[in-house]
């Protein structure tokens, strides 16, 4: 006979910053997705899912070597079987675009799409920023205009006034196109030369290779640096100009306040015309709530057919904490019944009286049994209090043998308990939802 080992296991635990959600939080997510989704459907944006591994040149194309992302916190890794270079996906615009050009997806026109699931980045963990984090995102393919950033932005709007968040505050910019970020780059550049002793190492690194990046620094010795450098709004020609107009245009007419920050940039080549990010100063440090913009380059840069693109991203981490401080409503799955059986012969005839009420769309919780008993209706009751159904439903001996069940209020103290016919089930049913 092998002997017992009495080698202690190692307890095995999550890895550090990707984190479990459990109930009650999990009701939470899913409140917030399923307002997401009503909302989603109201401005005819379908969903899309993409896998969480990509090939990794993906990124590294889709984002830029020299971005954070690229090059401190994506995780990477090889292939078993033919040793393809993959990645989680850091964030998923990329994956959407590489998904419309695979499928063709724009052959009969643009396409609005939106997604939730998770992004991983190795980052410090932190308060609203883990290595593993949902993120629900909109992106409108094949449009050009004004009118679809401005759509993006108002949907995004009404979802914080969905949810009760009224202190996110809309910032807006616009990086003109390409030729205009040029002429803006090289003076932004000579300025950042004549100060060279004033840069840190990230700026350094990033003088030549993507300075806009250095606009975004949150180093507080370079702020004033930072404010003197020249404005991209002032490098944009008559038509990116129109097309801002236009954007805040909209936004006024439906009563959305914004803020223009000419220092708000994306670092990505791909990005044009409309940026825009929605904050708050009620996260400390992660103040960013939602981000987005336009990036009518990013098709051909991954190997397609140039098409114009808009979208944000927001983070379900954030916006759950925001929620939750603005006093998020009970948002728990609520039980209509809890069952109580005295006698374990019964459970048959309970069991196929239960399935009547789920399918009649009640929500019941049946108590178990411990062994060969049921346990008293003492411990029942306050099991059926504890799970905070409104009712219980009483399969007592007199009950059974009349073919009946007691329907006892729990959270209306002044209400009277009534009996109902098991072979009645609708009925009973129809007042358990009523009650509601």
């Known amino acids: 006979m092998t002997e017992p080992t009495t080698q202690k296991i190692e307890k095995l635990t999550a890895v550090k910053g990707m984190n479990d959600v459990l ?7 899913e409140w917030l997705e399923a307002k997401v989704r009503a909302l989603m459907a109201r401005y005819a944006y379908r969903n899309i899912r993409t896998p969480i591994v990509e090939r990794t040149p993906l990124f590294v194309r889709g984002l830029g070597e020299v971005t954070d992302i690229v090059e401190k916190e994506m995780y990477c890794f090889e292939d078993r079987l033919n040793g393809d270079p993959l990645t ?18 724009l052959y009969d026109g643009g396409k609005r799409l939106y997604y939730v699931g998770p992004m991983f980045r190795h980052e410090r963990p932190q308060k609203g920023r883990y290595r593993q984090f949902d993120q629900i995102g909109a992106e409108a393919l094949g449009f050009a205009g004004p009118e679809v950033d401005a759509e993006l932005i108002l949907m995004a ?43 840190d190492e990230d700026a350094r690194r990033r003088l030549q290779s993507n300075p806009l990046r250095i606009l975004d620094t949150k180093n507080p010795a370079m702020q004033p640096l930072v404010e003197a450098a020249p404005r991209l709004l002032d490098f944009l020609g008559v038509e990116s100009l129109a097309h801002f107009k236009t954007l805040t245009s909209i936004l006024q ?12 940039v994306r670092g990505m080549d791909y990005y044009n ?14 103040g960013t709530v939602c981000a987005g913009g336009r990036y009518d380059y990013l098709f051909e840069q991954l190997g397609g057919k140039p098409a114009p693109a808009v979208g944000w991203a927001l983070g379900v981490d954030r916006v759950l904490a925001l929620a939750r401080e603005a006093g998020l409503p009970d948002v728990g799955p609520r039980l209509d019944a809890y069952a109580i059986v005295t006698d374990r012969q019964d459970l048959p005839l309970v069991l196929a009286t239960l399935q009547s009420l789920r399918a009649a769309g009640v929500s019941v919780q049946m108590h178990t049994s411990t062994g060969d008993a049921m346990g008293s209706m003492k ?3 306050k099991r059926a209090d504890a799970s ?8 007592g001996q007199e009950e059974i043998m009349a073919h009946q069940v007691t329907v006892k209020p729990l959270r209306d103290a002044g209400a009277a308990q009534q009996l109902h016919s098991l072979a009645d089930v609708a009925t009973w049913a129809a007042t358990l939802q009523s009650a509601a």
């Open 23 to 29: 109930p009650p939080e999990s009701a939470a997510v």
């Open 88 to 105: 989680l996906r850091p964030e998923c615009t990329a994956g959407v675009v590489r998904a419309a050009l695979e499928h063709n997806l």
């Open 157 to 199: 709007h009404a979802l914080w006034q969905e949810i009760g968040l009224d202190d996110v505050r809309l910032e807006l910019n616009s990086l003109g196109q390409a030729h205009e970020r040029l002429e803006h780059r090289k003076a932004l550049i000579a300025h950042l030369e004549q100060h060279a002793e004033l840069l």
């Open 253 to 264: 007419a439906n009563g959305v306040a914004y803020t223009v920050n000419p220092r708000l």
């Open 273 to 286: 015309l409309t940026v825009f990010e929605f904050t708050t100063d009620r996260l400390g440090s992660q």
């Open 379 to 381: 411990s029942q009751f």
């Open 388 to 395: 905070g159904a409104r009712f219980a439903l009483i399969f």
